[in-house]
């Protein structure tokens, strides 16, 4: 489901966008069960509007302003049903089965709509949800959304490109994310044979 913001993969090298979905998303399934497990941190939206080329620079960094003030996190539960050699499925019920752990491992809590700026809960409701079940029927209409504060006096809480590990509980099934995100960092040079490492590692390996 790798649609998501209507990005088209090239058959290429990967765009900055499609390599930060294959961090930011899960997909597991494990027998007559599948979870869909999204992390949306507002850099994500930054680098694909920016490679759309369908806004300003102010637009983007407006929206940005918005959405770095909160951690979203997208969830679908499915039970896999095999009726008749046909493959379908039956939506979950989720709410307090979602649990965020923040960076010190403490329980986050998500936030009622009342306390979520107005203009974010349109992008959501309004935008983010039509979408998925336009290119998702059933699946996408079964992902939920959640909202958490993202901000401490004044300082973003969990940032993309700086360390630490948090991670989503669903259903008993943890998934996380260690931080920074690879797909962010620059590539970093090994001194000794001047090969290209990933911008994540702290020593050359050979």
């Not at 509007?49 to 959405?67: D, V």
């Not at 939506?91 to 089965?97: H, Q, V």
């Not at 939920?144 to 300082?155: L, Q």
């Not at 008993?172 to 931080?179: A, E, P």
Request: glycine share 6%; hydrophobic share 40%.
């Amino acid at each position: 489901l790798t649609f998501f913001a209507g990005l088209q993969i090239s058959a290429q090298q990967k765009s900055t966008s499609e390599k930060m979905l294959e961090e930011i998303q899960y997909t597991r399934q494990t027998q007559g069960n599948l979870k869909l497990v999204w992390w949306i941190p507002a850099d994500y939206w930054e680098i694909a509007i920016e490679e759309n080329g369908g806004a300003t620079p102010e637009q983007i960094n407006y929206i940005k302003s918005l959405l770095e003030e909160y951690t979203i996190i997208i969830v679908g539960d499915y039970t896999i049903l095999s009726p008749d050699n046909t493959i379908d499925f039956k939506i979950n019920k989720i709410g307090k089965d979602v649990i965020l752990y923040g960076l010190q491992g403490e329980k986050v809590p998500s936030l009622k709509d009342s306390q979520v700026d107005e203009k974010v809960l349109t992008m959501i409701n309004e935008v983010l949800k039509p979408l998925f079940t336009e290119m998702a029927g059933k699946m996408g209409s079964g992902l939920s959304f959640f909202v958490y504060n993202n901000k401490r006096d004044g300082k973003i809480i969990i940032d993309p490109r700086k360390s630490g590990e948090f991670r989503v509980e669903v259903n008993h099934d943890v998934f996380k994310w260690q931080l920074p995100l690879v797909s962010l960092l620059s590539d970093k040079i090994c001194p000794i044979d001047q090969q290209k490492m990933s911008g994540n590692w702290n020593f050359c390996p050979f």
